[in-house]
T-cell receptor, first 113, second 110 residues
Framework: KAGVTQTPRYLIKTRGQQVTLSCSPI?????VSWYQQTPGQGLQFLFE???????NKGNFPGRFSGRQFSNSRSEMNVSTLELGDSALYLC????????????FGPGTRLTVT | GESVGLHLPTLSVQEGDNSIINCAYS??????FIWYKQESGKGPQFIID?????DKRQGQRVTVLLNKTVKHLSLQIAATQPGDSAVYFC?????????FGTGTSLTVIP
């Protein structure tokens, strides 16, 4: 079974720009969560999508948004990028009907200059 | 909100020794905990989990201990190997989301 895939793996953007990151969950997993990982803050929860609906949201500004498609693939968007948005963005999928265990993708490394 | 802390940011152990990584959590209502391993350039990988109605759970070479009285979680790795070198995170489930610690970097000395 293929794992969680994220594209692109690396991205360099300029302040003020926007970016869209993509995540393809493990086949059959209908829940996708997004996390931001930085050296100082560790992993911080952004949001979770299930059946195309946002189910939970962390404490991030409205510049961070996401969506989920009918095939469970998910995208997250960050608008008006700031230097502090530089981080590793991780996507995790799970099958809510079976367990809380999440499977993480390799992440997208975003650098804002 | 919850805070999940780790007692030591780095840990070095000799190959073959046992490793113990500690984690403190703040929400006594958390009912589920996970340990993750993250190798350089990769996403976190599930190691073992434990529910709050348990004190101990064992996996292959790993044991998780949960002390709800002091809100403490530990991960024990038996016979540590070079491939165990990574950053280890604990995570607690509070409500509908997970809260992660910042991680402990484990280095195994050959």
């Amino acid at each position: 079974k293929a794992g969680v895939t994220q594209t692109p793996r690396y991205l360099i953007k300029t302040r003020g720009q926007q970016v869209t990151l993509s995540c393809s969950p493990i086949s059959g997993h209908r829940s996708v969560s997004w996390y931001q990982q930085t050296p100082g803050q560790g992993l911080q929860f952004l949001f979770e999508y299930f059946s195309e609906t946002q189910r939970n949201k962390g404490n991030f500004p409205g510049r961070f948004s996401g969506r989920q498609f009918s095939n469970s693939r998910s995208e997250m968007n960050v608008s008006t990028l700031e230097l502090g948005d530089s981080a590793l963005y991780l996507c995790a999928s799970r099958n809510p009907g079976s367990s809380y265990e999440q499977y993480f993708g390799p992440g997208t490394r975003l650098t804002v200059t | 909100g919850e805070s999940v802390g780790l007692h030591l940011p780095t840990l070095s152990v000799q190959e073959g020794d046992n490793s113990i990584i500690n984690c403190a959590y703040s929400n006594s209502a958390s009912d589920y905990f996970i340990w993750y391993k993250q190798e350089s350039g990769k996403g976190p990988q599930f190691i073992i989990d434990i529910r709050s109605n348990m004190d101990k759970r064992q996996g292959q070479r790993v044991t998780v201990l949960l002390n709800k009285t002091v809100k403490h979680l530990s991960l024990q790795i038996a016979a540590t190997q070079p491939g165990d070198s990574a950053v280890y995170f604990c995570a607690e489930k509070g409500g509908n989301q997970f809260y992660f610690g910042t991680g402990t970097s484990l280095t195994v000395i050959p």
